[in-house]
Structures are given as structure tokens and as C-alpha cells.
């Protein structure tokens, strides 16, 4: 089985980023360490370029840049309790009954001592300049090496790059469908663009 690496812009609030994450966890299952995904932060609502990612205004209000550095706070603790919180921030926001706001800090904490972090190093540093500089870092790459837009982008160790909305696929579809979207993505470096012409899925698909 070939070894596939993944960067993966994304944004918590958006939902295909949750639909996304729920196909790749039974790709993951599959491939087991062949298949090795880094996610990275872009901020969906971030389209002034003067966008003041340290000010605490903008940090209050903006729906979803404290969720992005809840996600960095908690990969300072290791890769592994950053799954358990990524995963557990994915779920909570997508739950059907009732979606966590990605901007109330307090809601953030407790899923932090829900996936046993280090509680006082997390609240740290949700307040540490340093870990917000990764997340702009991470969405000015976005933006200025890829020309990324939207979640989630998919960047292969090639340079290719695909953004990608996708309901969750069939059980029995997950496998296959991912490796044509490896084969069309990646490999076919002389497609451009696919975007099918009928608002918003094909007929008949039953979600």
C-alpha cells in the first residue's frame, strides 16, 4: 500500500471540514500509518488584508479563530491528545443536539479537561502570542503559497492542492472514493477545475 501525506486547511466552523474528517477516519482505518494528515488552520472570516489577528475584539467575536488556537494549544501537548481534542471539538460543534460556539473560551477549556490536557498549559496558551502567530502563519501559507479560499484544501507532497465539499460517502464507497480522489487530485496535475453545473448535489443522492 503506497504511504500518502496530507495538509489539510480548515476551519472548525465549517461542516464539510466535519464531513471530510468523518470520510478520512475510516480511510485511516485502512491505511493505518500509510496515510499521514496534518491539519492546518485557515480562517474562513479573515478577508481584510489589515485582519488584526491579536486583537481581543477580534478574538471575542470572530466565530471561530479561538477554536483554531484551541487546535494549536492542544498540539503543544502532543499529537496524540491533539486527535482527542480535534476529534472532540469536531463532534461538539457538529452534535444535533447542540453545536458549541468555537468563540467561547470556557467551552473550549472543558473540552481541554474532557480530553485530558494539561488545563493550566492549555488556558496558557490560548492566551500566548506565540501560538497565535501559528495559526496566522499557517493561513497566510494558505492564501499566499496556494491560494487557498475555502475548507477544506487538501495539499499533496507534489504541490498539488484541491479544495473540497463532500457529503460523508457510503460505508461501502470510502475506500474507493478516496483513492479516485487521490488519482484525480494529485495525480492529474492538468485539471484544473470540477464543479458540477445542477445547485447544490446531484439528484437522487440521498443524504
Not at 25 to 40: C, E, P, T
Not at 63 to 74: C, E
Amino acid at each position: 500500500m503506497e504511504k500518502v501525506k496530507i495538509d489539510i486547511f480548515a476551519d472548525y466552523a465549517c461542516p464539510f471540514v466535519f464531513n471530510a474528517y468523518i470520510w478520512l477516519n475510516k480511510i485511516k482505518n485502512h491505511y493505518g500509518d500509510n496515510l499521514n494528515i496534518n491539519w492546518k488552520s485557515f480562517l474562513l472570516d479573515s478577508k481584510d488584508v489589515n485582519f488584526d489577528w491579536k486583537n481581543p475584539e477580534t478574538l471575542s467575536s470572530n466565530r471561530s479563530l479561538m477554536s483554531l488556537i484551541a487546535g494549536k494549544a492542544a498540539k503543544r501537548q502532543g499529537e496524540d491528545l491533539f486527535k482527542r481534542y480535534h476529534d472532540k471539538l469536531l463532534i461538539s460543534r457538529n452534535s444535533q443536539t447542540g453545536r458549541i460556539r468555537l468563540n467561547d473560551k470556557p467551552t473550549l477549556i472543558k473540552l481541554a479537561n474532557e480530553c485530558d490536557l494539561d488545563v493550566d498549559q492549555f488556558e496558557f496558551d490560548l492566551n500566548n502570542e506565540q501560538v497565535i502567530d501559528e495559526v496566522s502563519s499557517d493561513h497566510n501559507e494558505a492564501v499566499n503559497k496556494f491560494g487557498i479560499f475555502g475548507t477544506p484544501t487538501f495539499v499533496f507532497e507534489n504541490g498539488n492542492s484541491i479544495y473540497l465539499k463532500t457529503f460523508i460517502p457510503p460505508e461501502q464507497n470510502a475506500i474507493q472514493s478516496f483513492e479516485h480522489f487521490l488519482s484525480i487530485s494529485r495525480d492529474c496535475s492538468f485539471i484544473g477545475e470540477m464543479k458540477r453545473p445542477q445547485p447544490p448535489w446531484p439528484s437522487g443522492y440521498d443524504v
